[in-house]
């Protein structure tokens, strides 16, 4: 995991139960440090687990600051920099939105929050299947991931720079070393689920392998070369689900413009006019088409969205083995049963 996302060393590698704990392990650690910096800003574009987890620390004195999407889909870093002072303990956002595929310029995020003295806890889960992850060149403190996303079994693990997670209050038992990882890691871990993670990890290889002419780069060059690879064809994908929807007439939620398709993943949050989510959704699954209907667990979005909790919207997410031909398709059955519903 260490070579996935360029951490400085193995030791900074966290194993646990899933992103949300982690996301909470963390801030029950900063709300015993907060003091004088009480500050914490947090997203309307993210996923609750990185947005009510700090919330929580209201008890002990946090006060937060959001920082709201445009209405043109995305997270602005000039919008930021206002909200930022030497108050800031903290900035907690996503890479990219898991319910509309928007993605965060967080390089940008670590050098404002940074200049003020602030640290940035950064909500890798859903970029993690799509692009390249850098924690050196992102310059962020903390990172959190998914198996699931990133092709493994189900576990999550935690990144934080190596003297950020030493000055981290943790609970551990007096006997397990008072060092990363050890001490964010409690109790015995799930080891098939770490193999599980290795094993992801050389399939990603795998694929740069075929983008590379020699044989003999470094198991990071692979991987560079696998997540570029994989973001380009991504983009290729996104492009051809863009004009499918557009098509079909549909409300698309985050970007939507071909111009700015570098700002997103192929995940797609659209509606179709009034018809029910729900029943476009079934309908779909009978046609062996899997796509999600709901609040995909982004509460704050959906109101701002002016989107039901109950009913929500659609969410039609790519990765790099779909293929041109199944987003045709998916158009072909989504005009289908537009004609029914209608
Ligand atoms: C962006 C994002 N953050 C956090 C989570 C929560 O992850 P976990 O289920 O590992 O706690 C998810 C889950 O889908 C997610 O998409």
Known sequence: MALLINAYSPAEICFGM???????????????????????????????????????????????????????????????????????????????????????????????????????FVDCVHYGPHGLIDVQAW???????????????????????FETLKRLPTFREDFIPDEPPYKVEAGTF????????????????????????????????????????????????????????????????????EARLNERVPTFCFNIGTLSPQMIVEAMAEMQIGIRDGHMYAPRLMKRLNLSMDSGAIRASLVHYNTIEEVRRFGEALRAIIAKLS
């Open 190 to 257: 799930i080891y098939e689920n770490v193999s599980g993670m290795d094993a992801a990890v050389r399939y990603l290889e795998s694929i740069g392998r075929n983008f590379l002419a020699e044989n003999n780069r470094s198991r990071r060059d692979n991987i560079v070369a696998g997540m570029n690879a994989i973001r380009d064809y991504e983009l290729v994908l996104a492009r051809e689900m863009l004009s499918v929807l557009k098509e079909c007439g549909a409300t698309i939620y985050g970007v939507a413009d």
């Open 18 to 120: 899933n992103a949300t704990s982690f996301i909470r392990l963390v801030s029950l650690g900063i709300g015993q440090m907060l003091g004088e910096r009480d500050e914490i800003v947090i997203t309307d574009m993210d996923h609750d687990a990185n947005i009510a987890t700090w919330l929580a620390l209201a008890p002990a004195g946090a006060k937060f600051k959001w920082w709201r999407m445009r209405d043109d889909g995305n997270l602005h870093v000039d919008d930021l920099r206002p909200l930022i002072s030497d108050r800031t303990r903290l900035v907690a956002c996503t890479v990219t939105a898991h319910s509309i595929g928007s993605i965060v310029d967080v390089a940008a995020v670590a050098d404002i929050a940074h200049a003020a003295g602030a640290e940035v």
């Open 139 to 161: 310059d962020c403190d903390y990172l959190v991931c998914s198996g699931y996303k990133n092709f493994s079994p189900h576990m999550g693990f935690l990144w934080g720079r």
